[in-house]
């Protein structure tokens, strides 16, 4: 009986238990439901709606809900610290300033030096900042700082002039937007756990200041307060502005690899502008073109002016320029770096007025290939809600970064390396020596690409009637720009598809600076005119050795030239001493 009592005890305590376990699994499903709908619940509460749930009092103080107020509170201790902040700063800037200020000192001005520095009560205001991961790299940290500040800074320079005057003049009314970039490497297993920190300023949005002469007006002596506003913005560009960078070292150790290097050269092939807007009342503009990476007076290039011609007779004014000038730029950091082309009116006396500007990112570049470009001119290049055309401007570009393996060629010929420039760039004495990267250029400019371009017209299609009878009677003038050599083709009566299948040769000097200009022109007994022109480098041919194609006519309202060039190089060295 016994036994029995017992089965029937355990056969009911283990379904007792089967029981609970399903009763307890059912409701822990239905709990984890419950969380998971939670869980997203929450995932879509908005900022809103997340305040309605805990008000505002019971938040910690580094509990915030929007970037504004994460820097609301980085804002309140950098107020705390200022004062301290101030005095450090001011003595760095002093150091690192004044030799610069020194460096850009106009004609008009003897010396620049400060006589009072400090940056005020006012401190900045951050109103953003973002980790740059793409270039903090595995042993570093890059963070940007977008920084706004309206300062009291007491900034006194004291200056002295040529004429023997001393002025000292104060800075004041600063006004600044910008973004700073501060650079936390290399990563160390020691605090504060980073080697050096190098700043800079990433990017300047706005800089403005009055200048005041204590106890004196500045305007007395012309010329003197823009000379000290332009050397005071070059010194901020060549001392804090990227790519520049300053390191202060925080624990010892060699940290060369953190300051400014020049990491490859520019070439830029200035050829040609059209349809310039005409800044003068009576004639055309006189344009010039002013190209640069960094805005600093060293550092930019100026092409000649295009005077225009009293009187004119013909249709090529100086608002279709060609000015086939080269020009040679450091780099100094392909990823962030622009280059800038402003194009002006030069009014003699008068100053200069601006046409338009345009910039390319050096990112876009591929190193070692030319890259031809059309860039359209703007007003602004930061705020362009001016849509007016102002023209375009053609530029031929190449990017030779230093220290590229030696299998990367020079696109001008196979066999020249960039690194080396190993035939090219040897000393005509010397077969085996080769040359340091930053001293390519120089070697570059002594190397003269000769050759024969040879030029077939081969025939025009679609040309504009010009005729009465709604026809034409085309002939082709080919010049080379730089030698003014010339050659025609015949006339082809009556026809807006004329075929002449004729080939010229022209013996080229100096390729690589030299030009070849297309115009097309109807034949009349009394007169002649233009219909239009096609004006090209030989960089193409060069790098192709020899291409047919159809090229649109510049000025015409319609129609194409079919042409073949084919070219025969032979390179020569300039003789040094004949130069």
Not at 17 to 42: C, N, V
Not at 442 to 458: A, N, P, T, Y
Request: net charge neutral.
């Amino acid at each position: 009986m016994a036994f029995f009592f017992c089965v029937f005890l355990g056969v009911s305590i283990g379904i007792g238990l089967i029981i609970a376990f399903a009763r307890y699994g059912k409701i822990r499903s239905t709990r984890r439901t419950d969380l998971a709908r939670t869980i997203a619940a929450f995932a879509r509460l908005t900022v809103q709606d997340s305040r309605k749930i805990l008000p505002r009092q019971f938040y910690p103080p580094w509990v915030v809900f929007s970037q504004r107020q994460k820097l609301g509170w980085l804002n309140v201790q950098l107020e705390k610290i200022w004062p301290s902040v101030d005095e450090a700063a001011s003595e760095l800037i002093r150091a690192s300033v004044e030799p610069i200020l020194e460096q850009y000192t106009p004609a008009i001005l003897s010396s620049m030096k400060f006589d009072k520095l400090t940056l005020g009560t006012v401190a900045p205001q951050f109103t953003g900042i973002s980790v740059v991961e793409c270039e903090s790299g595995a042993d570093g940290i890059t963070m940007e700082m977008d920084m706004q500040w309206d300062g009291n800074p007491n900034i006194v320079l004291n200056i002295n002039t040529k004429l023997g005057v001393s002025l000292p003049v104060q800075v004041k009314d600063i006004g600044f937007t910008g973004v700073f970039r501060l650079i936390f490497k290399p990563l160390v297993a020691q605090f504060p756990c980073f080697g050096a920190v190098a700043y800079s300023l990433r990017e300047k949005r706005d800089l403005d200041f009055t200048l005041k002469v204590i106890g004196g007006d500045l305007s007395s002596i012309p010329g003197v307060s823009d000379a000290i506003e332009e050397t005071i913005r070059n010194a901020v560009e060549d001392s804090i502005t990227w790519p520049v960078r300053n390191i202060v070292p925080i624990l010892p150790g060699d940290y060369s690899d953190l300051e400014l290097k020049p990491v490859g050269t520019l070439d830029v092939k200035l050829v040609q502008a059209k349809e310039l807007t005409n800044k003068d009342i009576i004639g055309k503009s006189d344009p010039f073109a002013v190209l640069f990476i960094r805005p600093l007076p060293d550092k930019t290039k100026r092409s000649k002016t295009i005077v225009q011609y009293l009187p004119s007779t013909n249709n090529d004014n100086q608002l279709n320029p060609i000015w086939n000038e080269n020009f040679e730029f450091i780099v100094e950091d392909v990823s962030t770096q622009y280059l800038t082309i402003k194009v002006f009116d030069d009014e003699g006396v008068q100053g200069a007025e601006l046409i338009g500007c345009a910039q390319l990112a050096l990112k876009e570049l591929e190193p070692g290939k030319v890259k031809e470009v059309w860039l359209k001119l703007v007003k602004d290049l930061l705020v362009q809600r001016d849509n007016k055309y102002r023209g375009q401007v053609q530029l031929e570009l190449l990017y030779n970064p230093y220290g590229t393996d030696s299998t990367f060629k020079n696109p001008f010929d196979a066999d020249f390396s960039l690194t080396s420039l190993e035939k090219a760039l040897k000393s005509p004495n010397s077969e085996t020596e080769a040359l340091a990267p930053e001293k390519a250029g120089q070697k570059k400019r002594e190397v003269i690409v000769r050759g024969v371009l040879s030029v077939m017209v081969i025939s025009g299609e679609n040309l504009p009637p010009v005729d009465f009878n709604g026809k034409a009677d085309p002939f082709v003038v080919l010049t080379m720009k730089k030698s003014e050599t010339k050659s025609k083709t015949r006339v082809a009566n009556e026809t807006l598809n004329p075929v002449w299948n004729q080939t010229f040769d022209f013996v080229v000097e100096d390729a690589l600076h030299e030009m070849l200009i297309i115009e097309v022109w109807d034949h009349d007994t009394f007169r002649k005119e233009k219909i239009g022109r096609i004006v090209m480098t030989l960089t193409r041919v060069l790098l192709e050795g020899e291409f047919q194609d159809n090229f649109t006519i510049d000025g015409a309202k319609s129609g194409k030239l079919h042409l073949h060039l084919k070219w025969s190089p032979q390179l020569v060295f300039r003789d040094r001493d004949t130069k």
